[in-house]
């Protein structure tokens, strides 16, 4: 017995040693790196990632493996995979309004694939999908992480929660046309049981309406929804279930009550005040601020088919936002990067860091706020939000630098995820 239990352990000694021997090695090399963790860049790095996984963050000279295959980026810079926290990767902004109804409920899911490619590809290499029908979400992930297509990790909400006649109901029909539901409730108790529901088929965070919105057709913008006694059983729930919650909320009324229930993430917050500022500092609360999108939706609005009201709102709404943004940020308010991606095409995620800039933030901490920021708030430091040992190979290389312009990270060269090239450096 004893020499059967000594054989069994030299074998797998023998399979460890033998994986350990093959474990694909790469070895990245640049001009320089943006360190989020550090604020600072980084001349002439050399960062190592095995088997998906960073092992070291070095300077270029430093010993690494020989048989561990390099690839030098030249005068690039080397930022962490970026995350986008607010993207609705099922949904195309050509297609507003009725313009939609053409189409099968099946075809949003095919939308979703090409915008999982055009989203990866412009380096974001996890996003945070906040709604979607059909739960398209989860099938996008799961066909993404099986490999079937290429796409950025996804963390999916499912169906956006809401009440009958609010921003996440179908509003613009008449009675005789009913719209299958399921993510509509009028109390707390409903709402509980939504949330279990939507974690039941793979949501991983709880996405509410908690005021009016843009895009839908009948409401006040800043309207609230929910009483506090709803969004406050849904956090509840959520948090309980180690999910978090983050709240579509444009009103100031709206806000500061989500605000009070405890919500993880202020997705919008438009009016948010000085009352806004002091109760997302007091709960460790982000906002999640979406401030290209007035640019798009004024611009290609009409002819994609928003409906008139919705242009109405946006342009009450949009400067506002951004006056917000710069009033937030200067009060030490905890900032995210979120765009909307599907309100304005998915795939030019990164025509917000600009906006970010001209509203108040420096570079390097519009970068932090998709990178740094993000993985805290996803409570995923072990894994994303920086080139870091232990942290997945999420790399992405862009020509220049970007503390010096942002807006070159509109044109990534390079993505790698997970260790994975998934686009080359021509």
Request: net charge negative.
């Amino acid at each position: 017995m004893m020499r059967l239990r000594l054989s069994v352990a030299a074998l797998l000694a023998s399979v460890a040693m033998s994986t350990a021997v093959h474990a694909e090695t790469v070895v990245l090399t640049a001009a320089r790196m943006v360190d989020v963790l550090a604020g600072k860049s980084v001349d002439k790095p050399q960062v190592v990632v095995t088997d998906g996984r960073i092992v070291s963050v070095g300077r270029q000279g430093d010993t690494v493996p020989q048989d561990a295959k390099r690839i030098d980026l030249g005068d690039r810079t080397l930022v962490p995979g970026l995350i986008d926290m607010h993207v609705h990767l099922t949904s195309d902004p050509t297609i507003s309004g009725y313009n939609g109804l053409e189409y099968t409920d099946n075809f949003w899911t095919v939308i979703g694939v090409a915008n999982a490619k055009r989203t990866l590809d412009a380096g974001f290499t996890t996003v945070r999908n906040v709604g979607s029908s059909n739960y398209d979400d989860v099938a996008l992930k799961q066909g993404i992480e099986k490999g079937y297509v290429p796409g950025p990790r996804i963390v999916p909400a499912t169906y956006a929660l809401g009440v009958t006649g609010g921003h996440c109901d179908s509003t613009e029909f008449p009675p005789s046309v009913q719209v299958p539901s399921p993510q509509i409730a009028n109390t707390p108790d409903g709402f509980r049981a939504a949330v279990r529901r939507n974690r039941k088929y793979g949501a991983e965070v709880i996405k509410v309406c908690m005021t009016g919105g843009v895009l839908s057709k009948t409401d006040s913008v800043g309207a609230q929804q929910l009483s506090y006694e709803e969004i406050k059983a849904i956090v509840d729930e959520a948090h309980m279930l180690g999910m978090r919650v983050a709240v579509h909320a444009h009103g100031t009324d709206g806000i500061n009550t989500a605000l009070r229930a405890g919500v993880d993430t202020i997705e919008h917050a438009s009016l948010a005040d000085d009352a806004s500022f002091k109760l997302a500092k007091e709960h460790g609360a982000w906002f999640d601020m979406d401030i290209y999108d007035d640019d798009y939706i004024l611009a290609e609005g009409a002819k994609n088919g928003v409906f008139a009201e919705s242009l109405a709102k946006e342009k009450a709404i949009g400067l506002k936002q951004r006056q917000t943004f710069r009033a937030a940020h200067a009060a030490g308010v905890k900032m995210l990067f979120g765009t909307d991606g599907g309100v304005y095409p998915n795939g030019d995620n990164a025509l917000q860091f600009a906006k970010m800039v001209e509203w108040g933030m420096t570079p390097m901490e519009a970068i932090q706020a998709a990178t740094r920021n993000a993985a805290e708030a996803l409570d995923r430091t072990a894994d994303l939000g920086a080139i870091a040992p232990g942290r997945y190979g999420d790399i992405i290389a862009v020509d220049g630098d970007p503390l010096q312009d942002v807006r070159v990270l509109q044109h990534v060269a390079f993505v790698m995820k997970a260790g994975k090239v998934e686009k080359p450096a021509s």
